[in-house]
């Protein structure tokens, strides 16, 4: 019967890492995917990673099982990094967290158990987002809407169009915000901007959803979760997907967290069995590794630090491959100002670039970007960024 079966669409980033896997052409790009490379085009295991795993081979004692919401001490660890060592919320027990494997994993948790528990029909999505965003809602059940985000001619946040189109959002809908470094735009709100938008969702009811995948690339640990914690200052109730695979290069362990804040500790406890519920359904209980490792980074105060500066060196490289992009294209003499690229945050760039453009790179150039434009600046580097520009020119 399997011959009924349809072949599906290639996905828009993952199906692009496959594309230039099977590429033969030996000066091929891949700036598809968001993964950090080195200098020398490398992704790299942390050092902090590398000290924190040698001491869990010798440390570690079973292979045992973990619970469905998987290793406690790390759900501290993710709530100390999101609201704040010793915030409010966090003392008074109202936050739980379940490990995930990733990102996506956290999102699908949230998306089932908002939609198992009839919490809300409807998830808003900004206009663009992430590509998976819609497959990850729409697999759960619920309907997603769109609000604006991004103006394409001053490529920069439309905030009145983005406030204007969230004013249809009814009370109990779900609003997906990106905690920082917007994906695919690179484009945040300011802190009074996160502060307006935490009144309007407090005054409307709506449940905010953060997927907060970048924290470190903006500008630091801390500073990274200032709209987050501003949302947490006047909301009673809130959730968040959040990841590890970025700021601890940790891709393949799929090491992520949802995140369930509620009105007091009695409601989390209660809703949190609901959540284990869609665990327990869905892959049982998480796979330990990577949660461990982020553990021992962030719980020995050496490999801590040594965490803190291996991220900031890695949102300082990508930084410098911004301005020198813009330098070099307008080294170029292409008419169209670059200089946005150097105002973003995080790993990517919304270039501009149209889809023609886009297939040309990848036909004549063996450049892969992702078909909306997006680049991975994290993938750029000294050694390949002259050959980018001069392809970019000749599509221009
Ligand atoms: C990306 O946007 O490139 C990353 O989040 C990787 C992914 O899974 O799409």
């Given at each position: 019967?399997?011959?009924?079966?349809?072949?599906?669409?290639?996905?828009?980033?993952?199906?692009?890492?496959?594309?230039?896997?099977?590429?033969?052409?030996?000066?091929?790009?891949?700036?598809?995917?968001?993964?950090?490379?080195?200098?020398?085009?490398?992704?790299?295991?942390?050092?902090?990673?590398?000290?924190?795993?040698?001491?869990?081979?010798?440390?570690?004692?079973?292979?045992?099982?973990?619970?469905?919401?998987?290793?406690?001490?790390?759900?501290?660890?993710?709530?100390?990094?999101?609201?704040?060592?010793?915030?409010?919320?966090?003392?008074?027990?109202?936050?739980?967290?379940?490990?995930?494997?990733?990102?996506?994993?956290?999102?699908?948790?949230?998306?089932?158990?908002?939609?198992?528990?009839?919490?809300?029909?409807?998830?808003?999505?900004?206009?663009?987002?992430?590509?998976?965003?819609?497959?990850?809602?729409?697999?759960?059940?619920?309907?997603?809407?769109?609000?604006?985000?991004?103006?394409?001619?001053?490529?920069?946040?439309?905030?009145?169009?983005?406030?204007?189109?969230?004013?249809?959002?009814?009370?109990?809908?779900?609003?997906?915000?990106?905690?920082?470094?917007?994906?695919?735009?690179?484009?945040?709100?300011?802190?009074?901007?996160?502060?307006?938008?935490?009144?309007?969702?407090?005054?409307?009811?709506?449940?905010?959803?953060?997927?907060?995948?970048?924290?470190?690339?903006?500008?630091?640990?801390?500073?990274?979760?200032?709209?987050?914690?501003?949302?947490?200052?006047?909301?009673?109730?809130?959730?968040?997907?959040?990841?590890?695979?970025?700021?601890?290069?940790?891709?393949?362990?799929?090491?992520?967290?949802?995140?369930?804040?509620?009105?007091?500790?009695?409601?989390?406890?209660?809703?949190?069995?609901?959540?284990?519920?869609?665990?327990?359904?869905?892959?049982?209980?998480?796979?330990?590794?990577?949660?461990?490792?982020?553990?021992?980074?962030?719980?020995?105060?050496?490999?801590?630090?040594?965490?803190?500066?291996?991220?900031?060196?890695?949102?300082?490289?990508?930084?410098?491959?911004?301005e020198l992009l813009v330098a070099k294209l307008a080294e170029r003499g292409v008419n169209q100002d670059f200089s946005f690229i150097a105002r973003q945050n995080g790993m990517f760039s919304f270039s501009g670039l149209s889809k023609e453009q886009v297939a040309r790179l990848k036909d004549e150039f063996a450049i892969y970007i992702v078909g909306s434009g997006r680049?991975?600046?994290?993938?750029?580097?000294?050694?390949?960024?002259?050959?980018?520009?001069?392809?970019?020119?000749?599509?221009?």
């Open positions: 019967m399997f011959e009924k079966v349809v072949a599906a669409p290639a996905d828009p980033i993952l199906g692009l890492t496959e594309a230039f896997r099977s590429d033969p052409r030996q000066d091929k790009i891949n700036l598809g995917v968001g993964i950090y490379k080195d200098e020398s085009g490398a992704t790299p295991i942390l050092k902090c990673v590398k000290l924190a795993e040698q001491k869990l081979l010798t440390d570690e004692k079973t292979k045992n099982y973990l619970g469905i919401e998987g290793n406690q001490e790390y759900a501290r660890i993710v709530q100390g990094l999101l609201f704040g060592k010793g915030a409010e919320l966090i003392n008074a027990g109202r936050a739980k967290t379940a490990q995930a494997p990733g990102g996506t994993g956290a999102l699908r948790i949230a998306a089932e158990f908002i939609a198992r528990n009839q919490l809300s029909k409807t998830v808003w999505i900004s206009d663009p987002t992430w590509a998976n965003h819609v497959s990850v809602f729409q697999a759960a059940g619920l309907e997603v809407k769109w609000y604006k985000y991004y103006d394409a001619t001053s490529k920069d946040l439309d905030f009145a169009a983005m406030q204007a189109s969230l004013s249809e959002a009814q009370r109990g809908d779900v609003v997906l915000f990106h905690g920082c470094c917007h994906n695919p735009t690179g484009i945040d709100p300011t802190a009074a901007q996160w502060e307006a938008l935490a009144e309007q969702s407090a005054a409307a009811g709506w449940l905010p959803l953060f997927d907060f995948a970048y924290q470190g690339f903006a500008r630091g640990i801390e500073e990274d979760a200032e709209g987050l914690r501003i949302f947490a200052r006047s909301h009673r109730e809130l959730l968040v997907a959040s990841s590890f695979s970025k700021n601890f290069g940790l891709y393949n362990e799929r090491v992520g967290a949802f995140t369930l804040v509620a009105e007091s500790k009695e409601v989390a406890d209660t809703a949190f069995t609901q959540v284990k519920t869609v665990i327990r359904a869905n892959y049982s209980n998480p796979p330990s590794h990577g949660a461990a490792v982020v553990t021992a980074v962030v719980n020995d105060p050496a490999l801590f630090e040594l965490w803190v500066s291996e991220v900031a060196e890695m949102r300082v490289r990508i930084r410098e491959m911004r680049i991975s600046v994290a993938g750029i580097t000294r050694a390949n960024i002259d050959p980018l520009c001069d392809a970019i020119a000749k599509v221009l």
